[in-house]
Nanobody, 119 residues
Framework: QVQLVESGGGLVQAGGSLRLSCVAS????????MGWFRQAPGKQRELVAR???????NYADFVKGRFTISRDNAKNMVYLQMNSLKPEDTAVYYC?????????????WGQGTQVTVSS
């Protein structure tokens, strides 16, 4: 099992920045890709950004050029630097990790951290 704990959410004005952090513990050897998802009230959870163990990244179109995902494998951490925040970025942000143990694939989630962007 893998445990994920996020931090860094909060309230920020439009145009501001926040940096989210997520630390993984447990069976970290099994983790491959990590990422960030978000869920706004009344909406489905959606991918924000993902990063492979080797550092390859992909982003949702709505954050390209504004958000940057990074990963420190030595510290078992993944980060999301969010710049030029907009009110529509308001959501609960969840850390995510994919893992494989033996031939079984797992998906892990953190508890989420609230990001609120005021206009």
């Amino acid at each position: 099992q893998v445990q994920l704990v996020e931090s860094g959410g909060g309230l920020v004005q439009a145009g501001g920045s926040l940096r989210l952090s997520c630390v993984a513990s447990g069976s970290i050897f099994s983790i491959s890709a990590m990422g960030w998802f978000r869920q706004a009230p009344g909406k489905q959870r959606e991918l924000v950004a993902r990063i492979s163990r080797g550092g390859s990244t992909n982003y949702a179109d709505f954050v390209k050029g504004r958000f940057t995902i990074s990963r420190d494998n030595a510290k078992n951490m993944v980060y999301l630097q969010m710049n030029s925040l907009k009110p529509e970025d308001t959501a609960v942000y969840y850390c995510n990790a994919d893992g494989v143990i033996g031939s079984v694939a797992y998906v892990y989630w953190g508890q989420g951290t609230q990001v609120t962007v005021s206009s």
